[in-house]
């Protein structure tokens, strides 16, 4: 095929609507934002109506939201973190709170509304959580009676990442 002025323009046009659509799927819609922000009362006493942590004199209740690795990053890490808790390591005395496991004050739909708001609430910019994953992640977790450790979220993180980035390579 010979590109002249006119196929150029329309393969821009094509390529220019196909990002904007794609941006478009992946902004939450108004209604799961106004649901997230609602059920994020339940996380404002701790980490403040900014997402920046609750100051407590020098300290804080709880770690930023803002900017965190666990709120930009694959939504089933965070997903766990918020519904078993995290288990507290009594050397670590940054935050006077403890995260607290949240998965029977929360259903399917407000996880999902919450998880979606906090990834893009504070600066943060990060994909929309379905109610269909929230529930996914409610029965992959079932089992795990109590608070995960944090090693354990960064460890799962990590490995995540590594598995999306082999994915993202280029076969040969
Ligand atoms: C009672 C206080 C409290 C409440 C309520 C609470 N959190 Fe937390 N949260 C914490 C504390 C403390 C940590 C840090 C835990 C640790 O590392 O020991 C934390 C950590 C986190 C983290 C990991 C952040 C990072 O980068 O380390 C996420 C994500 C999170 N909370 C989300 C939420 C969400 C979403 C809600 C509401 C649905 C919520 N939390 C409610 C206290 C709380």
């Known amino acids: 095929m010979k590109l002249n002025q006119n196929t150029l323009a329309s393969l821009a046009a094509v390529g220019m609507l196909s990002l904007g659509l794609q941006a478009r799927a992946e902004d939450p819609s108004p209604e799961i934002m106004k649901e997230g922000k609602a059920t994020y009362a339940t996380c404002m006493?701790?980490?403040?109506?900014?997402?920046?942590?609750?100051?407590?004199?020098?300290?804080?209740?709880?770690?930023?939201?803002?900017?965190?690795?666990?709120?930009?990053?694959?939504?089933?890490?965070?997903?766990?973190?918020?519904?078993?808790?995290?288990?507290?390591?009594?050397?670590?005395?940054?935050?006077?709170?403890?995260?607290?496991?949240?998965?029977?004050?929360?259903?399917?739909?407000?996880?999902?509304?919450?998880?979606?708001?906090v990834r893009n609430s504070f600066g943060n910019k990060a994909s929309v959580v379905t109610e269909e994953q929230a529930k996914g992640y409610r029965e992959k977790f079932a089992k795990i009676q109590k608070s995960v450790a944090r090693t354990t979220l960064d460890k799962l993180l990590a490995k995540k990442e590594a598995a999306a980035k082999e994915e993202a390579k280029p076969s040969e």
């Open 45 to 117: 006493a701790c980490h403040n109506v900014d997402g920046k942590g609750l100051p407590v004199g020098n300290l804080k209740m709880a770690p930023p939201l803002a900017g965190s690795k666990f709120a930009l990053g694959d939504p089933e890490v965070m997903a766990l973190a918020v519904l078993k808790g995290i288990e507290k390591n009594p050397a670590d005395t940054t935050y006077i709170g403890i995260m607290a496991p949240l998965e029977t004050a929360l259903d399917d739909k407000k996880l999902a509304a919450v998880l979606t708001y």
